[in-house]
């Protein structure tokens, strides 16, 4: 199992930018992927983008292409997620997620959530 802590979140304006990193432990050697996903109230949680660790393919949500950039550092076994041009329904929960192969992220590894809000 790999254990995920994310930081990096707080409050900021609209058209703003923030940086949310994702440490992990543990199993880290077996990752396949990491991703981000975040859960806004009272709607559910939605993927908002995933790496491959071994090459560094990336994919994203439409939602935030163009705006969001994931990245990791292998050798501080660390995941990224710089937000740019941030917008009031960016505001959520963002976790991290971590996996060993192919199947569905809720059969991963999950973090506990740093809280990203944006204010108008």
């Known amino acids: 199992q790999v254990q995920l802590v994310e930081s990096g979140g707080g409050l900021v304006q609209a058209g703003g930018s923030l940086r949310l990193s994702c440490a992990s432990s543990?199993?880290?050697?077996?990752?396949?992927?990491m991703g981000w996903f975040r859960q806004a109230p009272g709607k559910e949680r939605e993927f908002v983008a995933r790496?491959?660790?071994?090459?560094?393919?990336?994919s994203y949500a439409d939602s935030v292409k163009g705006r969001f950039t994931i990245s990791r550092d292998n050798e501080e076994n660390t995941l990224y997620l710089q937000m740019n041009s941030l917008k009031p329904e960016d505001t959520a929960v963002y976790y991290c997620?971590?996996?060993?192969?192919?199947?569905?992220?809720?059969?991963?590894?999950w973090g506990r959530g740093t809280q990203v809000t944006v204010s108008s």
């Open positions: 997620a971590a996996k060993e192969s192919l199947t569905a992220w809720e059969l991963g590894s």
């Open positions: 543990g199993r880290t050697f077996n990752t396949y992927a």
């Open positions: 790496i491959i660790w071994s090459d560094g393919n990336t």
